[in-house]
């Protein structure tokens, strides 16, 4: 299993950008597909975004294309996710998870709150 522990989050004003990084506190993200989900409350979980493991292919959700960067740095054991012309309905807690063949970890959440 991986440890994530997910950062950067906070309150910033709509348009603003932001830069939420995670990384693995034990174990190595090395070998795994990372991605990113976010859930606002009263709302469904929501993919967010995905990276492969050789950092060569990635995927957003419908809303976040053309928004959002997903990236990662194996030798750092992270992953980043570059949210840009941030929206209020944004705020959500966003989540890293590390997609094993046997199962997904995920991290604590970091809250992202954009204001209007």
């Known amino acids: 299993q991986v440890q994530l522990v997910e950062s950067g989050g906070g309150l910033v004003q709509a348009g603003a950008s932001l830069n939420i990084s995670c990384t693995a506190s034990a174990g190595t993200i090395t070998n795994y597909a990372m991605a990113w989900f976010r859930q606002a409350p009263g709302k469904e979980r929501e993919f967010v975004a995905v990276?492969?493991?050789?950092?060569?292919?990635?995927f957003y959700g419908d809303s976040m294309s053309g928004r959002f960067t997903i990236s990662r740095d194996n030798a750092k054991n992270a992953v980043y996710l570059q949210m840009n012309s941030l929206k209020p309905e944004d705020t959500a807690v966003y989540y890293c998870?590390?997609?094993?063949?046997?199962?997904?970890?995920w991290g604590q959440g970091t809250q992202v709150t954009v204001s209007s």
């Open positions: 990276i492969s493991q050789n950092i060569d292919t990635t």
């Open positions: 998870t590390a997609r094993r063949t046997d199962g997904t970890d």
